[in-house]
T-cell receptor
Framework: GAVVSQHPSWVICKSGTSVKIECRSLDFQATTMFWYRQFPKQSLMLMATSNEGSKATYEQGVEKDKFLINHASLTLSTLTVTSAHPEDSSFYIC????????????FGPGTRLTVL | TQLLEQSPQFLSIQEGENLTVYCNSSSVFSSLQWYRQEPGEGPVLLVTVVTGGEVKKLKRLTFQFGDARKDSSLHITAAQTGDTGLYLCAVDTGRRALTFGSGTRLQVQP
């Protein structure tokens, strides 16, 4: 089946620093990738839609200048959390869309971000 | 208000018991998906239901899509400790991204 990887799997950083998270589709090309955030004991919430070669589309309430998304190739999207603060600590999960008769999204294993 | 309401929020049962998880909405969907997520991992797709009234089986898991395509249920027969996890229903609201339900956290005790 289709595989999506994320790197790093976990990261701890100091408040005010920036952190980059990578999302790769390993065996298929994805023109569209998605970034979700999941707080403890909660469900996944969509942050933004990442489109290859164009600007990302952000959900209401998600600051585009804080969460920078780049989708430079058909297999790689990156999320950079700029000037991270403790409230940004969360589980960040990406997914890549495999187009077909019924579109299917394949999820990465997630990245646990802890901001001290 | 959440688009997809799941119930119960939390369920703790003994191994061998049966259980049903519900996913309800007031909206109509062309399809609905069920995922299972284990701690520290991304969600894994279990099934996609498309037709109103459709029933799909995956080993001990039975999924049903409501006749009106507004709700769905997941029934697990003879639960095992390996079934422990967060069960999420999800729909595509037309923007290709998924909207997830509130989730049901299942714990199966040995």
């Amino acid at each position: 089946g289709a595989v999506v990887s994320q790197h790093p799997s976990w990261v701890i950083c100091k408040s005010g620093t920036s952190v980059k998270i990578e999302c790769r589709s390993l065996d298929f090309q994805a023109t569209t990738m998605f970034w979700y955030r999941q707080f403890p004991k909660q469900s996944l919430m969509l942050m933004a839609t990442s489109n290859e070669g164009s600007k990302a589309t952000y959900e209401q309430g998600v600051e585009k200048d804080k969460f920078l998304i780049n989708h430079a190739s058909l297999t790689l999207s990156t999320l950079t959390v700029t000037s991270a603060h403790p409230e940004d600590s969360s589980f960040y999960i990406c997914s890549a869309r495999l187009a077909g008769a019924i579109d299917t999204q394949y999820f990465g294993p997630g990245t646990r971000l802890t901001v001290l | 208000t959440q688009l997809l309401e799941q119930s119960p929020q939390f369920l703790s049962i003994q191994e061998g018991e049966n259980l049903t998880v519900y996913c309800n909405s007031s909206s109509v969907f062309s399809s609905l998906q069920w995922y299972r997520q284990e701690p520290g991992e991304g969600p894994v797709l279990l099934v996609t239901v498309v037709t109103g009234g459709e029933v799909k089986k995956l080993k001990r898991l039975t999924f049903q899509f409501g006749d009106a395509r507004k709700d769905s249920s997941l029934h697990i027969t003879a639960a095992q400790t390996g079934d422990t996890g967060l069960y999420l229903c999800a729909v595509d609201t037309g923007r290709r991204a998924l909207t997830f339900g509130s989730g049901t956290r299942l714990q199966v005790q040995p």
